[in-house]
C-alpha cells in the first residue's frame, strides 16, 4: 500500500531526445507527488510536483502526466540535455505531517 | 528558496565512536523532518521522523538506541549515530518541510546535501 514502483531502472537517452519514467502507487490517499533529481553525492532536489486534481503540469522541459484512474505518473524530460545525466526519484506522500515515500530511482544518462 | 544545511558534509570514524550529524533550516521554521539513509545506487529510506519538542518516531527496523535524534529548536535536528561500526557507514540525508500559503496549505520538502559517514 505505501510502495511506489518505478521504471525503467536505467535510461540512456542521445542528447536532444525525450527521457520518460513511469511510476504506479497503490495508496490512494497520496495527494502529492513530487519529483526528485539527485547528482552523485549531493541530496535530493525538488524537481517538480503535481496533485491528483491536474492531469499534467509543466515546467520548462520537465512534464509531470497524471492519471488518477490508473494510478500512473510520468515524467517527461524534453530536449534532454548531458546535464541532465543524474537519478530521478518519484514520490508520492499524503496529507500534512507524513513522510514521503520514494520510488527505486532512475539513473538517467544523456549520451551526446 | 528554502535551504536546509547539514554539518559535516563527511566524517570518517573509528569503530565504537558517536558521530553526530547537525540538520538546520537556514531560513524557515520546521516543525518536522525527516532522517534518511541512502546506500550506493539505491532510493532514500526513511530512518525517522523528528518532531520539534517531542520525541522522534522511528520506522520499523531503525534501532532508536543505535541512532538518537533531537530536535531541540525549530530549525535544528541532529542525528547521533551511537557506538558506529562499519556497516553504518553510508550517506546520510536530512530533509525540513516548509509551509506557506493560506492556512499553511502549501507544503514544500526539501533536502540538506547529506552527509557522507565512513566508520572504519
Known amino acids: 500500500q505505501q510502495q511506489v514502483k518505478q521504471s525503467p531502472q536505467s535510461l540512456i537517452v542521445q542528447k536532444g531526445g525525450i527521457s520518460i519514467i513511469n511510476c504506479a502507487y497503490e495508496n490512494t490517499a497520496f495527494d502529492y507527488f513530487p519529483w526528485y533529481q539527485q547528482f552523485p553525492g549531493k541530496g535530493p532536489a525538488l524537481l517538480i510536483a503535481i496533485r491528483p486534481d491536474v492531469s499534467e503540469k509543466k515546467e520548462g522541459r520537465f512534464t509531470i502526466s497524471f492519471n488518477k484512474s490508473a494510478k500512473q505518473f510520468s515524467l517527461h524530460i524534453m530536449d534532454s540535455q548531458p546535464g541532465d545525466s543524474a537519478t530521478y526519484f518519484c514520490?508520492?506522500?499524503?496529507?500534512?505531517?507524513?513522510?514521503?515515500?520514494f520510488g527505486p530511482g532512475t539513473s538517467l544518462s544523456v549520451i551526446p | 528558496g528554502a535551504v536546509v544545511s547539514q554539518h559535516p558534509s563527511w566524517v570518517i570514524c573509528k569503530s565504537g565512536t558517536s558521530v553526530k550529524i547537525e540538520c538546520r533550516s537556514l531560513?524557515?521554521?520546521?516543525?518536522?523532518m525527516f532522517w534518511y539513509r541512502q546506500f550506493p545506487k539505491q532510493s532514500l529510506m526513511l530512518m525517522a521522523t523528528?518532531?520539534?519538542?517531542?520525541?522522534?518516531?522511528?520506522e520499523q527496523g531503525v534501532e532508536k538506541d543505535k541512532f538518537l535524534i533531537n530536535h531541540a529548536s525549530l530549525t535544528l535536528s541532529t542525528l547521533t549515530v551511537t557506538s558506529a561500526h562499519p556497516e553504518d557507514s553510508s550517506f546520510y540525508i536530512c530533509s525540513a518541510t516548509r509551509y506557506s500559503g493560506r492556512a499553511r496549505s502549501q507544503e514544500t520538502q526539501y533536502f540538506g546535501p547529506g552527509t557522507r559517514l565512513l566508520v572504519l
Open positions: 514520490a508520492a506522500k499524503r496529507t500534512s505531517y507524513d513522510k514521503v515515500i
Open positions: 531560513d524557515f521554521q520546521a516543525t518536522t
Open positions: 523528528s518532531n520539534e519538542g517531542s520525541k522522534a518516531t522511528y
